[in-house]
């Protein structure tokens, strides 16, 4: 919803109807990941995409028949075929969509949760995708301090709240199916009928924090902030670190690494999600900053620039100041994958390739080189 939430949120502040249409979950080798919506508005407007135009048509001609009075519905779509005229996927995957009409009826909480996004505040949106027609489109909106609606299923709701909570931690959205097994005792009539809800969260932008303001540092956050990080470079020397030669980061610190990095982890500034890249290879610097971040419990990812000498010898240190090896393994030194990069922009790829491929379950191979689906791991 995110990439279609402003329009939607003009036309429901005007009272106006529209058809949201959200990929829900994907199969294979599928165009686009979960939360991916289109609009179809009241006047026939579409906005968005969901499958980078195979089934776009279709869709619209489904919202088309939502905001005429349809029911809510989840509709499959996959590889067409030998059929060329087919409603299909061309790459080979399938997608599920779920197609509801909003409206304040439907959706009264969608004024709050544009105005949550838009501050950078993190929120679910809990919608009940398949099971009993009654059911169909009720919603659930999880804030992590309070909640409001509910998918009618009042015992169901308490455990939804705490699953879409840990969603929102590791910034990530999922089908939840629930087979008649509701939580508690003495269900009411309906409560043990099988229903599936989409949680998709609306977290902050994940960190990356570079840690040395040289023209690798200036790179990595382009290129950070081109793949929707919100990019701090820190540095302790005043002259280097200034706004003007990091126009892509969003903010620039000046302040020793370590000192920095303990303030941001003690202030719950640092998850499973954020990136910590070290390119100060400069031991007076690097060494503290790896013996806090090596320390910390959630990181996602930690590396380190330098040649293998500089890994070495820093490697040495960190165990002469007590790390054992689990925490050292911790660290990507040297930091990137192997793409015999020599310029920062090129370095800048290597390090942002080797990032996306931990985070999933991406192996770091040339893809003609391997067999098998093309996307791997929950949501690829």
């Not at 294979?28 to 006047?43: E, F, I, K, T």
């Not at 941001?264 to 910590?276: H, K, V």
């Not at 491929?357 to 080189?369: H, M, P, Y």
């Amino acid at each position: 919803m995110r990439d279609v939430l402003e329009p939607l949120g003009s036309w429901w502040a005007e009272g106006k109807a529209s058809a949201l249409a959200t990929v829900v979950a994907t199969h294979r080798s599928a165009p686009r990941r979960p939360g991916a919506s289109m609009l179809v508005g009241p006047g026939g407007e579409a906005v968005g995409s969901i499958s980078g135009g195979c089934v776009e048509s279709a869709v619209y001609e489904l919202g088309g028949e939502v905001l005429a009075g349809a029911p809510p519905v989840l509709q499959r779509y996959e590889a067409s075929g030998d059929d060329a005229f087919a409603v299909g996927l061309t790459c080979g995957g399938a997608l599920e969509v779920f197609v509801e009409r909003v409206d304040s009826a439907t959706f009264p909480q969608l004024g709050e949760v544009a105005e949550t996004v838009r501050g950078g505040r993190p929120v679910a949106v809990v919608t009940v995708v398949a099971g009993p027609p009654r059911s169909l489109g009720r919603r659930l909106v999880v804030w992590p301090d309070r909640a409001s609606g509910g998918t009618g299923r009042d015992r169901l709701d308490g455990p939804l709240c705490e699953e879409a909570r840990r969603l929102l931690a590791l910034g990530r959205s999922a089908v939840l199916r629930y087979d008649g097994d509701t939580p508690g005792q003495g269900a009411g009539p309906g409560e043990n009928e099988r229903l599936e809800v989409f949680v998709e969260t609306f977290a902050p932008p994940p960190r990356m924090i570079v840690f040395g303001a040289i023209d690798f540092a200036a790179a990595l956050a382009r290129m950070g902030s081109f793949l929707g990080y919100r990019v701090t470079v820190c540095d302790a020397r005043p002259v280097f670190a200034t706004a003007d030669r990091f126009p892509c980061a969003d903010e620039v610190v000046v302040e020793w690494p370590h000192r920095y990095l303990a303030t941001e982890a003690e202030a719950g500034r640092i998850d499973a999600r954020t990136a910590l890249c070290v390119l100060t290879h400069d031991h007076k610097f690097d060494v503290p900053l790896l013996e806090v971040a090596l320390r910390l419990p959630d990181v996602g990812y930690l590396g380190a620039m330098g040649s293998r000498r500089t890994h070495q010898e820093r490697w040495e240190r960190l165990r002469e100041a007590g790390l054992t090896e689990a925490e050292l393994k911790r660290l990507s030194s040297p930091i990137g994958l192997d793409l015999d990069a020599r310029t920062p922009e090129e370095t800048a790829v290597a390090i942002v390739a080797e990032i996306i491929a931990l985070k999933g379950a991406g192996s770091g191979l040339r893809l003609a080189d391997r067999s098998g689906p093309i996307h791997l791991g929950p949501g690829r």
